[in-house]
């Protein structure tokens, strides 16, 4: 599965819910994620959070826990879908191992060494989203920290910095600036558009920025897009109001795939 990170030909999409909010939900948006993203050609991982321990509010929904969302991405696994899914603690890596595909360090924790190295440790896929607070000609160390455990399976995702209070912004620069670190970069296309904490206890959102956005990382040239995706996003427990509606993915993922195939053949032209 690293290989596709590593494929140019590919770009790899690894969406979902932000979070586990039913057994049902999950499975159904597996399934119509995963045949959206077969029509298009795109390498599929699907993502959703068995808890959400970084939220504004107290009274935030977090998820079903450790053991509950384990259990129900691992009927996911039965059926073949690889998975990604974040950690928060050192302790939760080996069991989360066992079951998915792809261990997410979120952007809070981007610098947490312990975290990274059980994480490395199990021989699984890292993803480390690159925090708000860091520069891209830095994120290269929470890498060589997993890679200090002798795994290389290490990508790198940008999700924006922040700009002043409550808001993010994405420097295009920055995706070259990671890829020149020699790790695959991901773009993700949906917390780059949230409004941290602007939403009175809960994080706001502008998707319309959504597919600019994704689109101008394709054009830059990046390993994956990573998109949060819900069917219903004004009822969606968690980070709603930056998600992809699930109606929009075919036009999305289309326009994606276009501009891809267009990169690709601009570079093919530039070396001859």
Same mark, same amino acid.
């Given at each position: ?141 929470? @890498?060589?920290? %997993? /890679? ?9 995702? +940008?999700?924006?910095? &922040?700009? =002043?209070? #409550? ?51 394709? @054009?830059?040239? %990046? /390993? ?9 996003? +004004?009822?969606?427990? &968690?980070? =709603?109001? #930056? ?30």
């Amino acid at each position: 599965m690293f290989a596709d990170f590593r494929n140019p030909s590919k770009l790899v999409l690894m969406a979902g819910p932000c979070v586990i909010e039913s057994e049902e939900h999950v499975h159904r948006m597996a399934a119509a994620i995963a045949e959206v993203a077969a029509a298009e050609g795109f390498p599929y991982i699907f993502k959703a959070s068995f808890d959400k321990a970084n939220r504004t509010s107290l009274q935030g929904y977090r998820g079903p826990g450790l053991t509950e969302g384990l259990r129900i991405l691992s009927g996911l696994k039965q059926r073949g879908f690889s998975i990604v899914t974040d950690i928060h603690e050192a302790s939760q890596a080996g069991p989360v191992a066992e079951v998915v595909d792809v261990l997410q360090i979120p952007a809070f924790l981007c610098r947490q060494t312990d975290l990274l190295l059980e994480a490395g440790r199990t021989g699984r896929i890292v993803n480390i989203k690159k925090g708000q607070f860091v520069a891209p000609g830095d994120i290269h160390h929470a @890498a060589d920290k %997993v /890679a200090s455990t002798g795994n290389a399976q290490v990508v790198l995702t +940008e999700r924006g910095s &922040s700009f =002043g209070y #409550n808001n993010l912004v994405v420097d295009m620069r920055g995706l070259k600036i990671m890829a020149d670190s020699g790790w695959p970069v991901v773009f993700d296309a949906t917390h780059s558009v949230q409004l941290p904490s602007a939403g009175g206890g809960a994080s706001a959102g502008q998707p319309r920025f959504i597919a600019p956005l994704a689109s101008a990382a394709v @054009a830059v040239g %990046v /390993a994956g897009l990573f998109v949060e995706v819900h069917d219903h996003p +004004e009822k969606a427990l &968690s980070d =709603g109001p #930056n998600a992809l509606r699930l109606s929009l993915l075919p036009g999305f993922l289309r326009r994606m795939r276009l501009l891809h195939e267009a990169r690709l053949a601009a570079d093919a032209g530039d070396s001859l």
